[in-house]
């Protein structure tokens, strides 16, 4: 039996980050991912750094807009949290923080524009509301269709790849154990902690996090729990390098599923939240470990949308469509905390986590070290704990 202070349970950008921090505050800390570390929604994103409110915020009505407008605390720490990255890690993750656009072509969305960065600014947010002209005079690169835009001079993006492998190191520099292609299948509490275990390796940690993306709900089940996240799964498609266009900010769109942007290669990164179609298992239910299948109406509305917005885009041969699976939780937010009818089984998962989770699991690692966290009150599981009243 393996003793640890921590098990964290996932290798993604989460569970390496979380277990940086813990392993450099002095606790040992074992990760385990049952596959290779970062080939989960880690590995597989976009990149975009958005600190705008996101579009699917504002599509549902004022109330999710306002619930939205509290993620903003987390966004401006994730702002200083980024600048600082590659120099705590000490590795190149090719962040860019530039700027970011979210544009507008229509009246109903320079409106809808209009109320979110007024929300944006009451919290504290960097933010301009530019016009179609002194939008295309920082990014001539966009369309004349284009109204207005939200300008965020922070955001930007990084390179998915890197930000695992950078945080993995870090956490074994720090101490932590790292280990791959392990699935755990087995979670009971027992006095003073939990045991865990995976085929032959058996665990036993004070603390459990669970950080495993769209297979949180089943490490909660392992220890009899349920948590409100779901896979979804998107696609992404990138383009050859282009020698002529120049995109060098993130550029979304707050009334279409958008988010482009520029490796240092010069290829375009498009997404934004096109839907690809998640596997099924056996017994009906959702599978997020079999890569989900390409839907080609997302492909062709996600092209027509960056075409629309970036013309030029146009010019450019698509070279690879990827889909991949990420996490969403019931009411869209992060849900990061200690379960509270289980003292010491944390979960960190949903939301964008490439932009918040170097900070949620930061603040995550703070909490679990016993230092409160009270900017995560508003993503603590306590407000799903219902579900639970009969579990645990
Ligand atoms: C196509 C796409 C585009 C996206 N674009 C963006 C973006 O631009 N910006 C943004 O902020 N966010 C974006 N996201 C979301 C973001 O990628 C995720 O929120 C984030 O990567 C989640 O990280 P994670 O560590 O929680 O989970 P993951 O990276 O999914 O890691 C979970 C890990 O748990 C492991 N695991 C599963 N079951 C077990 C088990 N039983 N035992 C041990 N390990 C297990 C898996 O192998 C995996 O490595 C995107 C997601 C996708 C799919």
């Known amino acids: 039996m393996e003793r640890c202070d921590v098990l964290v349970v996932g290798g993604g950008l989460v569970g390496c980050a979380a277990a940086w921090h813990l392993a450099a505050a002095g606790a040992s800390v074992t990760v385990v991912d049952a596959a290779d570390f970062g080939l989960g929604a880690s590995g597989q994103n976009a990149g975009s750094l958005h600190f705008q409110i996101e579009r699917r915020f504002l599509e549902q009505?004022?109330?999710?807009?306002?619930?939205?407008?509290?993620?903003?605390?987390?966004?401006?720490?994730?702002?200083?949290?980024?600048?600082?990255?590659?120099?705590?890690?000490?590795?190149?993750?090719?962040?860019?923080?530039?700027?970011?656009?979210?544009?507008?072509?229509?009246?109903?969305?320079?409106?809808?524009?209009?109320?979110?960065?007024?929300?944006?600014?009451?919290?504290?947010?960097?933010?301009?509301?530019?016009?179609?002209?002194?939008?295309?005079?920082?990014?001539?690169?966009?369309?004349?269709?284009?109204?207005?835009?939200?300008?965020?001079?922070?955001?930007?993006?990084?390179?998915?790849?890197?930000?695992?492998?950078?945080y993995a190191d870090a956490a074994r520099r720090a101490g932590a154990r790292l280990i791959s292609r392990t699935r755990l299948d087995r979670l009971q509490r027992v006095t003073g902690g939990f045991?865990?275990?995976?085929?032959?390796?058996?665990?036993?940690?004070?603390?459990?996090?669970?950080?495993?993306?769209?297979?949180?709900?089943?490490?909660?089940?392992?220890?009899?729990?349920?948590?409100?996240?779901?896979?979804?799964?998107?696609?992404?498609?990138?383009?050859?390098?282009?020698?002529?266009?120049?995109?060098?900010?993130?550029?979304?769109?707050?009334?279409?599923?958008?988010?482009?942007?520029?490796?240092?290669?010069g290829n375009i990164l498009i997404g934004g939240g096109w839907p690809s179609r998640l596997a099924r298992t056996g017994d009906g239910g959702f599978d997020p470990g079999v890569r989900p299948e390409l839907i080609a109406d997302s492909l062709s509305g996600n092209l027509r949308a960056a075409i629309d917005t970036v013309p030029a885009v146009a010019g450019l041969n698509l070279i690879r469509s990827w889909t991949g699976v990420t996490a969403v939780s019931a009411d869209q937010l992060p849900v990061v905390g200690e379960v509270p009818r289980m003292p010491g089984f944390w979960i960190a998962g949903g939301g964008s986590a490439f932009t918040l989770g170097p900070t949620f699991a930061r603040l995550v690692a703070q909490a679990m070290g016993g230092i409160p966290a009270p900017e995560l009150a508003f993503v603590s599981p306590a407000r799903f704990e219902h579900l639970n009243s009969f579990m645990g």
């Not at 009899?224 to 900010?249: F, I, K, Q, W």
Request: glycine share 8%; with cysteine; net charge negative.
């Open 61 to 166: 009505g004022d109330a999710l807009a306002r619930q939205a407008e509290q993620t903003i605390a987390l966004s401006r720490m994730a702002i200083d949290d980024w600048k600082g990255l590659e120099v705590a890690l000490g590795a190149d993750l090719h962040v860019v923080m530039d700027g970011g656009f979210m544009v507008a072509d229509t009246p109903e969305q320079v409106a809808m524009l209009e109320r979110k960065v007024e929300r944006e600014l009451r919290e504290g947010l960097r933010m301009r509301l530019l016009d179609g002209d002194e939008a295309r005079a920082i990014a001539p690169y966009l369309s004349p269709s284009i109204l207005a835009a939200g300008y965020a001079p922070d955001e930007g993006h990084a390179d998915s790849r890197a930000i695992v492998p950078a």
């Open 195 to 265: 045991e865990a275990g995976a085929g032959d390796l058996s665990i036993r940690a004070g603390q459990v996090l669970a950080a495993a993306g769209a297979w949180t709900p089943q490490i909660c089940a392992l220890a009899n729990l349920h948590a409100p996240l779901y896979p979804v799964a998107l696609l992404m498609n990138v383009t050859e390098r282009s020698r002529t266009l120049e995109v060098p900010h993130l550029v979304q769109h707050v009334g279409r599923r958008l988010s482009m942007k520029q490796t240092g290669a």
